[in-house]
């Protein structure tokens, strides 16, 4: 690493020598005015110009249904203002209404153009405007509602109404999806951005740890579907359910609650008993897998709600690296 002693120039300017050669990898040139922004602890040095890349444009010719939303949540992740996918040879009506239906899915992102055979997109949200921490809440709730809606599918049966459990939590599953796409692109755009930091009024390491937490809710709600499913093919009516539905509501109520400590400026205490609420939730839920029941459904549920569990166990995990670092 380089180093470089602080100068008085003058009586009123501080000046500091940068060596020519670095200066010219980076791209630097004489007269080139820079910008200076104090963040951390650090000082950061951003050249005045533009130099944004253009918009990617992805080639999604051979790609499925399923590869195609991969590719628009993936570029909307990577916090690209615009970005476009294509097909050689034209673009069917199929991917123009699939696109259509991604960009309204994802907060911000809208169709910009469309042409023979590309479809644009660009985002519109104003970074200025998220609140990564109520992002999170709004992803939890998603998150929740769907472990909510399958557990109780899986232990009370079918609604009657011919609609699939999986179906119904998959809904909330997009949504969860959809809040923890907008942490990850906030996140990813300030890693090339720093600026991005003061409009969303967080420091890195903080943003980093939101969206930890994210990536484990969103985990919870994937694992909901997994219950859904379960609950379509071999609910448990009949079965000792009563126990795995107690045992459920106190798997949300850790995760909700290390959650709560992990958006918070909350003490070592406080994110300690947290995390030591979410462990003894995880032990509870395993000790049921001890008793004399048959496998199948059984074994399939406890094991699932075992692993969301553990998400709460981690994210309050990240709930005391927190808030160990705001006392360090």
């Given at each position: 690493m380089e180093t470089r002693k602080v100068q008085l120039a003058g009586n009123s300017t501080y000046t500091i020598s940068l060596p020519k050669a670095w200066?010219?990898?980076?791209?630097?040139?004489?007269?080139?005015?820079?910008?200076?922004?104090?963040?951390?602890?650090?000082?950061?040095?951003?050249?005045?110009?533009?130099?944004?890349?253009?918009?990617?444009?992805?080639?999604?010719?051979?790609?499925?249904?399923?590869?195609?939303?991969?590719?628009?949540?993936?570029?909307?992740?990577?916090?690209?203002?615009?970005?476009?996918?294509?097909?050689?040879?034209?673009?069917?009506?199929?991917?123009?209404?699939?696109?259509?239906?991604?960009?309204?899915?994802?907060?911000?992102l809208e169709v910009q153009s469309e042409d023979a055979t590309t479809v644009r997109c660009r985002d519109l949200l104003d970074p200025s405007e998220l609140s990564v921490p109520r992002v999170v809440s709004r992803l939890r709730f998603a998150a929740l509602s769907a472990h909510r809606r399958a557990t109780g599918a899986l232990v009370e049966g079918a609604t009657g109404d011919g609609v699939d459990a999986a179906?119904?939590?998959?809904?909330?599953?997009?949504?969860?999806?959809?809040?923890?796409?907008?942490?990850?692109?906030?996140?990813?755009?300030?890693?090339?951005?720093?600026?991005?930091?003061?409009?969303?009024?967080?420091?890195?390491?903080?943003?980093?740890?939101?969206?930890?937490?994210?990536?484990?809710?969103?985990?919870?709600?994937?694992?909901?579907?997994?219950?859904?499913?379960?609950?379509?093919?071999?609910?448990?009516?009949?079965?000792?359910?009563?126990?795995?539905?107690?045992?459920?509501?106190?798997?949300?109520?850790?995760?909700?609650?290390?959650?709560?400590?992990?958006?918070?400026?909350a003490s070592r205490a406080a994110a300690l008993d947290a995390q030591a609420e979410s462990r003894r939730c995880a032990e509870a839920v395993r000790s049921l897998a001890d008793g004399d029941v048959d496998a199948g459904a059984w074994s399939l549920a406890v094991g699932t709600l075992a692993r969301t569990a553990d998400c709460g166990a981690a994210i309050g995990t990240h709930a005391l690296r927190s808030a160990l670092r705001r006392e360090a």
């Open positions: 200066a010219e990898e980076q791209g630097l040139e004489t007269g080139m005015p820079l910008g200076l922004r104090p963040r951390d602890g650090r000082l950061i040095l951003e050249t005045d110009h533009d130099a944004a890349a253009p918009a990617p444009v992805v080639d999604v010719t051979d790609a499925s249904t399923a590869e195609l939303r991969d590719v628009v949540y993936g570029l909307y992740a990577l916090g690209y203002d615009e970005f476009g996918v294509q097909v050689d040879g034209g673009l069917p009506p199929a991917v123009r209404r699939s696109v259509s239906a991604l960009a309204s899915e994802l907060a911000g179906d119904r939590v998959e809904d909330h599953r997009r949504d969860a999806a959809a809040e923890a796409a907008l942490v990850e692109r906030y996140f990813q755009r300030t890693l090339t951005d720093v600026a991005d930091l003061d409009r969303l009024g967080t420091g890195r390491a903080e943003l980093v740890d939101q969206l930890r937490v994210a990536e484990e809710l969103e985990r919870v709600a994937s694992l909901a579907v997994d219950v859904a499913r379960t609950a379509d093919e071999d609910p448990l009516p009949g079965r000792p359910a009563g126990s795995f539905t107690d045992h459920a509501e106190r798997t949300r109520r850790s995760i909700e609650g290390a959650t709560e400590v992990a958006l918070s400026d």
